[in-house]
């Protein structure tokens, strides 16, 4: 039978698949913004400390995230974390990602500081009264999040995510990576970029008690003029016209040169660096930079 001879359109017409094409457009802008919305708007102001953001997607939606956590006696917890594919699918990992990692850190941050037995988020098992306080530590509340993303990823898939806390009283950061990319440290005064790698498994995969036992901390002091730069592999990945990367060595050089003044200026220079190493070219990945300095 003819549609047309009813007036009705063939399932394939150019008409009905521009429909479709905008009804999809309309929900990936809505999921954008959805997934915006979930993100911190600004980061914290902090006495002493000065942070600065940097966050765009590669496509509509992202497979990044960041956030700023409160936690007790002051401290502040980092995340920024990077789903393996691209896309929706990578978006929605990131997202339930971010809400198990919120839900592992303030659980450990409400019993760290009251010292009470609470209820627990999902995956988190109780902290024993005589635990000691690095119990609530980022490699515990990354063990957390792994323990809940256990068997409610697809196959393949994964997160690398860097969590750190900072103490603005002991102007320490304490730091837990998970397969994600190294942490870089700007020390002000030896004017020297030190780059820390990752000493552990991303979240996802490694079944619950052997994660445990490999995840690992790492604890550093933050001088007068320091800064700390977290990242995900839009930036060291950013490719030149001829396919060569931007490179962490790239990033460690504009470290020296830009790393003493405002966060916002820093990141205005490694973002302007970037779109200059691209050299036009399409942005293959989703970027996102999270630093802060504590001022001198």
Not at 67 to 96: E, H, N, Y
Not at 238 to 245: I, L, V
């Amino acid at each position: 039978m003819d549609p047309h001879a009813t007036g009705t359109p063939a399932p394939d017409t150019p008409a009905l698949r521009r429909s479709d094409l905008e009804a999809l457009r309309a929900d990936l802008t809505a999921g954008a913004e959805c997934q915006r919305a979930l993100l911190p708007s600004e980061p914290p102001v902090l006495a002493g400390y000065d942070f600065g953001v940097f966050y765009r997607g590669a496509r509509q939606v992202s497979g990044d995230f960041f956030d700023f956590l409160p936690l007790a006696r002051g401290a502040w917890g980092i995340a920024v974390a990077d789903a393996s594919g691209k896309g929706i699918a990578a978006a929605m990992q990131t997202m339930i990602c971010r809400a198990f990692l919120r839900a592992a850190a303030l659980d450990a941050a409400s019993r760290a500081g009251a010292g009470t037995e609470r209820r627990f988020a999902p995956g988190v098992e109780p902290r024993p009264k005589d635990a000691p306080e690095d119990d609530a530590g980022p490699a515990r509340v990354l063990a957390g999040v792994n323990r809940m993303l256990s068997g409610n990823l697809k196959k393949g898939a994964f997160i690398s995510a860097i969590y750190a806390v900072l103490e603005p009283a002991a102007n320490t950061l304490l730091v837990a990576n998970a397969g994600h990319l190294p942490l870089v440290i700007w020390r002000s005064k030896a004017k020297v970029a030190t780059i820390h790698p990752s000493k552990g498994p991303v979240l996802g995969v490694v079944p619950p008690a052997a994660y445990e036992r490999a995840i690992t901390e790492e604890k550093f002091s933050l001088e007068a003029g320091d800064r700390f730069v977290l990242i995900t592999d839009g930036v060291n990945e950013a490719m030149a016209p001829g396919q060569k990367e931007f490179g962490m060595e790239h990033l460690r050089r504009r470290l020296k040169g830009d790393s003493d003044g405002r966060s916002a200026d820093f990141l205005r220079g490694i973002v302007d660096q970037i779109e200059i190493h691209r050299g036009g070219g399409e942005q293959s990945d989703d970027i996102t930079i999270v630093t802060g300095r504590r001022l001198p």
